[in-house]
């Protein structure tokens, strides 16, 4: 009896943090996919399948030090008691969407010999910039922590997202180790430094000329530009960039304003003699990712990217 009483409790309380804030729910593949059907007739929204190479688990929590628990959700590949790791970054606006968005693209990629995390982190009716990078930074942590138990090499990570997750992993990516970014109360030995960024129409600089970042940008960043132009500047990949940038992938829509600062980038990783690869898929819509055939490209692409810094000596 006091056993079950125990788990009740920790049930209980686990519902009351996880409610103890606002939720918003506007953006899902059904509520874009009603957008787009019109425009694109041909689209399909895939279902999870199950894959017998690919091991799945549920809602591990990562980090539980702040006001409520986080949790991740595991896709690897069995096969191999190693293998490159790829955190998954969902998007909607910093403000809306949630980790199982990414549970298709997880184990798409898993079954081609990865491990991938789809990762909850806290939106900004929770948590202003930068909290959510900073905890994705943790679930890195965790996961080198306990690479074993996911079949992950700690030497070789990558960090994807899309749309406003993929604006997250590119800062992620370029601001390795800064100390701006790190939670000091995160329990790890281990770094939150990672090996390769996949940006999947994500802007890298907020305030540019092929920028039209506005009100949703404004609430995660806690102010428009005019009041906090030095907080805008600071969670822009592209004033991170420089010689210790891992390589990067950009898969992008056909809209230019979802690569704002995506050339200037690359021009500064050219430079650098660091490696990146561009594929825009033409008469795409932004969230292309959420659909076939697109999804099928997508994958296609990042595999081939992480081969090639991962896999291939």
Same mark, same amino acid.
Request: net charge neutral.
């Given at each position: 009896?006091?056993?079950?009483?125990?788990?009740?409790?920790?049930?209980?309380?686990?519902?009351?943090?996880?409610?103890?804030?606002?939720?918003?729910?506007?953006?899902?593949?059904?509520? +874009?996919?009603?957008?787009?059907?019109?425009?694109?007739?041909?689209?399909?929204?895939?279902?999870?399948?199950?894959?017998?190479?690919?091991?799945?688990?549920?809602?591990?929590?990562?980090?539980?030090? &702040?006001?409520?628990?986080?949790?991740?959700?595991? *896709?690897?590949?069995?096969?191999?008691?190693?293998?490159?790791? +790829?955190?998954?970054?969902?998007?909607?606006?910093?403000?809306?969407?949630?980790?199982?968005?990414?549970?298709?693209?997880?184990?798409?990629?898993?079954?081609?010999?990865?491990?991938?995390?789809?990762?909850?982190?806290?939106?900004?009716?929770?948590?202003?910039?930068?909290?959510?990078?900073?905890?994705?930074?943790?679930?890195?942590? $965790?996961?080198?922590?306990?690479? &074993?138990? $996911?079949? +992950?090499?700690?030497?070789?990570?990558?960090?994807?997202?899309?749309?406003?997750?993929?604006?997250?992993?590119?800062?992620?990516?370029?601001?390795?180790?800064?100390?701006?970014?790190?939670?000091?109360? $995160?329990?790890?030995?281990?770094?939150?430094?990672?090996?390769?960024?996949?940006?999947?129409?994500?802007?890298?600089?907020?305030?540019?000329?092929?920028?039209?970042?506005?009100?949703?940008?404004?609430?995660?960043?806690?102010?428009?530009?005019?009041?906090?132009?030095?907080?805008?500047?600071?969670?822009?990949?592209?004033?991170?960039?420089?010689?210790?940038?891992?390589?990067?992938?950009?898969?992008?829509?056909?809209?230019?304003?979802?690569?704002?600062?995506?050339?200037?980038?690359?021009?500064?990783?050219?430079?650098?003699?660091?490696?990146?690869?561009?594929?825009?898929?033409?008469?795409?819509?932004?969230?292309?990712? $959420?659909?076939?055939?697109?999804?099928?490209?997508?994958?296609?692409?990042?595999?081939? *990217?992480?081969?090639?810094?991962?896999?291939?000596?």
């Amino acid at each position: 009896m006091k056993k079950m009483l125990l788990i009740l409790l920790l049930i209980s309380n686990a519902i009351f943090a996880q409610s103890n804030f606002s939720i918003d729910t506007s953006y899902t593949e059904k509520s +874009v996919y009603v957008k787009l059907i019109k425009k694109y007739p041909f689209i399909t929204i895939p279902q999870l399948k199950e894959d017998k190479t690919v091991v799945q688990v549920a809602n591990v929590v990562y980090q539980d030090h &702040k006001e409520r628990p986080l949790h991740l959700d595991a *896709f690897f590949y069995k096969k191999q008691k190693q293998n490159p790791a +790829v955190l998954l970054i969902h998007g909607g606006g910093w403000k809306s969407g949630n980790k199982n968005q990414m549970h298709i693209l997880a184990q798409e990629i898993a079954a081609k010999g990865y491990s991938c995390f789809a990762i909850e982190y806290r939106l900004s009716l929770e948590a202003k910039y930068p909290e959510g990078v900073i905890d994705v930074k943790n679930a890195i942590k $965790f996961i080198k922590d306990n690479a &074993k138990n $996911f079949n +992950v090499d700690p030497d070789k990570i990558a960090v994807l997202g899309c749309s406003s997750g993929a604006q997250m992993a590119a800062l992620i990516g370029t601001t390795n180790e800064n100390l701006v970014f790190e939670d000091p109360l $995160f329990k790890s030995k281990a770094s939150s430094k990672v090996n390769a960024i996949i940006n999947v129409d994500g802007i890298l600089a907020f305030k540019h000329p092929e920028s039209s970042e506005g009100e949703m940008a404004s609430f995660w960043l806690n102010g428009t530009y005019e009041e906090k132009p030095e907080i805008w500047k600071n969670a822009s990949a592209l004033s991170h960039t420089d010689e210790t940038t891992p390589p990067i992938l950009f898969i992008n829509s056909s809209i230019d304003r979802f690569h704002a600062g995506r050339d200037d980038m690359i021009k500064i990783l050219d430079q650098n003699k660091i490696y990146s690869e561009v594929y825009t898929i033409k008469e795409s819509p932004h969230s292309f990712w $959420f659909f076939e055939p697109w999804l099928a490209e997508t994958v296609l692409y990042t595999t081939q *990217f992480l081969d090639k810094i991962f896999k291939i000596n």
